[in-house]
């Protein structure tokens, strides 16, 4: 059976229902998008503050393969096989790269009965956070470029500006390409 086939036989179980039942948290700590997916308020983290911390595990890798590395469907299993042994286990699983939204790796999801469900679902556009974060840089990176049309009044020196990522991908193909010859006033 493929991982498709596996996720969507899949009985999901209301978010709510999880974050109450088996986290301990309150419906108000979430902010749900639909019946099967949240996120938690940051203010849980002041509500636990006189707990004991949990342990942390970090699942990474740095040696890309066609198919992906494996971090979900590792991250996923090992979740599932602590909470079968009777550990209190909870992943945070961020928003995969770009390579599976344009179908060069596989789906980002995890796999076989180790992934995230629904895995349709799991995309750059998942709760919205990259399409916010993308926009506000847009934003910041087009107010300062009409500052600096319009006189550049700050003495922003026009050769010293330059911008981190805001979205998780990859540009080889501008790896090569030379900009801002033009000097202070064209940089």
Known sequence: MSDIEIAQQATMQNITEIATQKLG????????YGRYKAKVSLQVMDDLADK???KLILVTAISPTPAGEGKTTTTIGLSDALNRIGKQATVCVREPS????????GGAAGGGYSQV???????????GDFHAIAAAHNLLAA?????IHHGNALQ????????????DMND???????????????G
Request: charged share 25%.
């Open 117 to 127: 469900v629904p895995m349709e679902d799991i995309n750059l556009h998942f709760t």
């Open 98 to 105: 770009m390579g599976p939204c344009f179908g060069l790796k």
């Open 52 to 54: 004991a911390d949990g």
């Open 172 to 186: 080889r193909a501008l790896r090569q390409i030379t900009i801002g010859m033009g000097g202070p006033a064209n």
């Open 143 to 147: 107010m300062i470029d009409n500052h």
């Open 156 to 167: 922003l020196d026009t050769r010293k500006i330059t911008w981190q990522r805001v979205v």
């Open 25 to 32: 948290l309150q419906e108000d700590d979430l902010d749900n």
